[in-house]
């Protein structure tokens, strides 16, 4: 659905958009003309055959988190940044997987009866020997005093299962034996960090047994949870470019995909296509003068979480983070079956906060000078751009959107990949960023004011 309508408009510089942003670089109006002539140094040498082939290498295998398979992605990608010059780190961060051995709820010293109960998600390894003490659904307020010590026997609903530990944790609670608020198993809870009491998911069945039990005298209660913390390694991989010593604008753009694919899945258009298009940007930007630092960056765990530029964000120095301007996130720009309908291949610019900014700002307008189609943006998370986004930095995904039916498959194939989405998004984001850092452009006065040069549209369009 559009907000407003569609229209393409090239805005003389100076200019205030409706969005009350200002543009801060001062390109004489009108100015696509010789914009355009400087993206073609850029442009013109994009690839996408050398984008082709990355992809190819990248998706003969899986590339989940912490497995060889993204040792050797990161290797490969470390390889290229070297070979290309760049200054290279390739950093490690752990990520923790969980093995259940045994989950045993003992009431009376023998196992309940049924299916065997399943420790929350998060829960810690633990045995207690308790008294057991019906709580009901545990909301604040409602929980005994009395259960200081004790198992809470919960039952699920209303509130979050993180709300209800809490809750009886904050009274003194041991433990926590949760039951179904439906016949539906005992597959669900959820433990958060810190919350370090053993918490247990069991049937309602099992649930109203100890509730009957509990009417007819003290029960005993045994918790013995048994979950093995394995630690893996999962990396960034982090290539700078630094700006000409003599012309040094004293900021940084960041360019990032993520390399993990997700368990058995070769991932090709999710994500080795934006570590391709990562790849092929740093391979031209190498031979381009500029006048500002671009760092090129491929992320681990994006599918776990965000994991691998959460840590990116939280180790960067401050002065680094003070510096930065824009950050281009590129995660799925291949996909063949992708976008639908949608002009520009469904190409779209999603932001965190569904707000315009810089890079969607620079985004639009290349598209115009690329494509002839001033790139939409829209509101979204679930990709790298969010860490980006939450230190105040000017932050956009680039996919093409609805996503393809191959999304997260083992189907995510090398066959499904578009030459010319890649080629387009490429560009798009290369002539972007080259608007930044070539020598010819002004630093910007500052790095949260952002550059408004078309008109382009907000679209809440369903991205799977
Ligand atoms: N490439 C996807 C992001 C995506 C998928 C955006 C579909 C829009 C539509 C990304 O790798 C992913 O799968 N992200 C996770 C969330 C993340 C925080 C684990 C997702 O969307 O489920
Ligand atoms: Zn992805």
């Known amino acids: 659905m559009f907000r407003r309508k569609s229209i393409i408009t090239i805005l003389a510089a100076g200019m205030v958009l409706s969005s009350g942003t200002v543009y801060a670089q001062t390109i004489s109006a009108p100015n696509a003309q010789s914009d355009t002539a400087f993206d073609n140094k850029i442009i013109k040498k994009i690839s996408a055959d050398n984008m082709y082939s990355t992809i190819a290498l990248l998706s003969e295998q ?12 990161v290797k490969y990608i470390e390889g290229q940044f070297k070979s290309l010059g760049f200054e290279t780190k390739v950093i490690p961060f752990p990520i923790y997987d969980y093995r259940t051995n ?12 049924g299916a065997e109960p399943r420790a929350f998600s998060g829960s810690v390894t633990g045995n207690v020997t308790a008294p057991l003490l019906n709580v009901g659904k545990a909301r604040l307020g409602e929980v005994p005093d009395e259960v200081a010590g004790k198992i809470a026997l919960v039952e699920r609903g209303d509130i979050t299962f993180i709300e209800k530990v809490q809750n009886v944790l904050d009274k003194g609670a041991v433990g926590v034996l949760m039951y179904n608020n439906s016949s539906n198993g005992n597959n669900f809870g959820q433990a958060a960090e810190g919350q370090d ?3 247990v998911a069991i049937t309602r069945e099992q649930g109203l047994a100890l509730v009957e039990k509990l009417k007819s005298g003290p029960v005993t209660a045994t918790l013995d949870v048994d979950i093995e913390k394995i630690e ?10 630094k700006p000409n010593k003599n012309k040094d604008t004293g900021q940084i753009v960041t360019v990032g995909a993520h390399h993990d694919s997700v368990h058995g899945g070769p991932g090709a258009n999710d994500d080795a296509s934006g570590v391709s298009a990562v790849l092929e940007l740093a391979r031209i930007f190498a031979k381009a003068p500029i006048d500002t630092e671009v760092r090129f960056l491929t992320f681990g765990s994006e599918e776990r979480g965000l994991v691998g530029s959460s840590f990116y964000a939280s180790q960067l120095p401050k002065d680094d983070v003070d510096r930065m301007v824009a950050h281009f996130q590129m995660d799925m720009i291949g996909g063949r079956d992708a976008g639908a309908d949608n002009p520009a291949g469904g190409l779209i610019m999603y932001t965190i906060d569904g707000q315009k900014n810089l890079v969607t700002d620079l985004g639009a307008a290349a598209g115009v000078r690329t494509m002839g189609v001033a790139i939409p943006y829209g509101q979204l998370g679930r990709s790298d751009h969010q860490p980006f986004h939450e230190l105040g930095i000017p932050s956009a995904l680039f996919i093409h959107s609805p996503v393809e039916p191959w999304y997260h498959q083992p189907t995510d194939t090398i066959d499904k990949i578009s030459k010319e ?39 809440d369009r369903p991205v799977d």
């Open 421 to 459: 989405k890649l080629q387009q998004a490429a560009e798009i984001v290369g002539a972007s960023v080259y608007q930044i850092a070539r020598p010819e452009t002004p630093a910007l006065e500052n790095s949260r004011v952002a550059a408004g040069i078309v008109d382009y549209d907000f679209e």
């Open 62 to 73: 899986p590339r989940e988190a912490g497995t060889e398979g993204e040792v050797r992605a």
């Open 197 to 199: 009491i053993p918490s």
């Open 102 to 113: 045994h989950v045993w709820v003992k009431s009376g010293g023998s196992n309940i009866e």
């Open 232 to 241: 893996k390694t999962s990396y960034v991989v982090e290539a700078k470019l």
